[in-house]
């Protein structure tokens, strides 16, 4: 029973670590880094030089995942979070096998302390439980990357605005998309800086680059931004005018997103808020109501 109760500690020792682990944002990988910077891509390393843990996550990904449904995987998402498709597979396994291991360990338990638990108890929560624990890294992701795009609108309307300020200052079109993109470490600014890095090495057009981007990371801004653009060159339009244009735009939808954001978690105190006053009026009438429910 000791040797039981020790290993049922140690899977939800595991088990738990892992939830924390995912939960927490990991940093980006080096070789991922290297290589949204570099012009050539590197070549996809063969299974047998990989270790054993990206060669089952490189599997799960090839074999196991789908294009849509439960199992497909959030390529956009992870790309945005720096996180390699192999980890989260790898994640998304132990997780799964510690949901189909923990209701059995705890069925064991309970027949050693004398109980009779059902033997459909550990199969069926067990699939539950495996199944609630697969999705908790899509979960996560999905979470994190609608933070992360959030914050990406709001630091790409700043760097509009410096490349609007660069223009007026006379610089070049290129020039003055580059520049503001070195000023500051901010996460966003480096990626539209690697981006314009590459579209230069290549001898590319900048809003092509920044069109790739938005495509790769899942925001629709730089997108509509770069097509924009390459329409109004080819017209012979302002810049200017389509630069000023973009940042009003952006910084009415940012608004109307606070606005919304804020009106729903007014909203959402109504209910703790209502629930408090209910629970003090009962614990201040309470008394009053005995007292004269025992004299009537």
Known sequence: ???VAALAG????VGLILLVSELRPAP???DAALTRIQLVPNPVSPVDELSAREA??????????RPAGLLAIPRTDLALLGRPVERFMLDKLALFITGLVVPSVFSGLVALAGGSPTWSFPIVAGFALAAVLWLVPDWNVRSQARQRRRDFRYAFTSYLQLVVLEREAGAALNSALENPAKITEGWPFRRVHEALTRARHAQQQPWRALARLGEEIGVRDLIDLAHTAEIA???????????????TSMRHEASAAARAEANSRTTAMWVPTSLLMLGFVILVGFPFFSKLLASG
């Open 28 to 30: 980006p990988r080096l």
């Open 10 to 13: 140690s899977l939800g020792a």
């Open 233 to 247: 060159g080819s017209e012979g339009a302002k810049m200017h005018d389509v630069l000023v244009a973009k940042i």
């Open 56 to 65: 089952v996550g490189r599997w799960l990904a090839e074999r196991v995942a």
């Open 1 to 3: 029973m000791t040797v």
